[in-house]
């Protein structure tokens, strides 16, 4: 629920932190609630995506919203991934090591391309922004095994088909710099969406659900719309999509 971006950024390194040094606890005794919207700052207005500020990557103004389009999605990554660890109660201890691991790097993320952000002259929360990430989040809180199929699965999974794109995009305008942070943002998000595979597929393993089947059905009954192609076949393949729910997505 923080909203000041330094703070949440400084909370997750520290958590993260005392989590693997042993310093916390799974306490169980306070109820789960909803959380309609996670923290963000308070300037950022959410629009449709149709209203969210076009990226022509020639002028100053459009390569920065690229990056705040960028940030904003590592800003509710972290909120996902914590999220997670708070929400979904009674599963392993290294499923909470898993999603901690991914807020603290999604922090990292968020750090790393807000600087050139701030370099020129913009900072978080000052371009619109849309809200499907968290969205989706309120829409699968009630199933582990729904939020990692979809969230992890389809929504961050974009991020591997975009990322190589806005990459090319950089390199022909010579923004090495911008490249070298989607490198690592891109390696890391692998094996984030890996985290969903491992977690969706052992859900389902657990009652009894053919994981396949599993995730078509889910994408039949959650998801609007088309979703975008090509796919970066070679990085879903790592992190464990198989080539019929590759299919399947095709199909959407």
């Known amino acids: 629920m923080c909203c000041q971006i330094d703070e949440k950024v400084e909370k997750t390194k520290f958590y993260a932190n005392a989590w693997r040094e042993g310093q916390l606890l799974l306490d169980q005794t306070n109820p789960v609630v909803s959380i ?8 950022l207005e959410l629009v449709e995506p149709k209203f969210v500020p076009k990226r022509k990557l020639q002028s100053t103004k459009g390569l920065a919203a690229l990056l705040h389009a960028v940030a904003h999605i590592e800003f509710n ?72 199929a979809l969230v992890p699965r389809v929504l961050e999974a974009r991020g591997l088909d975009a ?21 690592v943002i891109l390696r890391d998000e692998v094996g984030h969406v890996a985290i969903g595979t491992r977690w969706f597929n052992e859900l389902c393993a657990q009652r009894n659900l053919e994981p396949e089947q599993t995730f078509r059905d889910l994408l039949n009954l959650y998801y609007r719309g088309k979703i975008k192609g090509p796919f970066n076949i070679e990085a879903r393949l790592k992190a464990g999509f198989s080539l019929d729910e590759l299919d399947a997505l095709e199909s959407l």
């Open 36 to 43: 309609p919207q996670a923290g963000q700052p308070d300037n």
């Open 77 to 148: 990554a972290i909120n996902l991934a914590w999220d997670a660890v708070y929400r979904f109660r009674d599963m392993p201890s290294e499923f909470y090591s898993n999603w901690i691991q991914v807020a603290d790097e999604e922090a990292l993320h968020f750090s790393m391309i807000r600087e050139p952000l701030q370099a020129m002259g913009y900072d978080y929360g000052e371009l619109p922004a849309h809200n499907g990430l968290w969205e989706m989040a309120v829409e699968t809180e009630a199933d582990v095994m729904v939020r990692m």
């Open 163 to 183: 990322t190589p794109k806005i990459m090319q995009k950089l390199q022909k305008l010579n923004q090495t710099e911008l490249v070298d942070i989607l490198k």
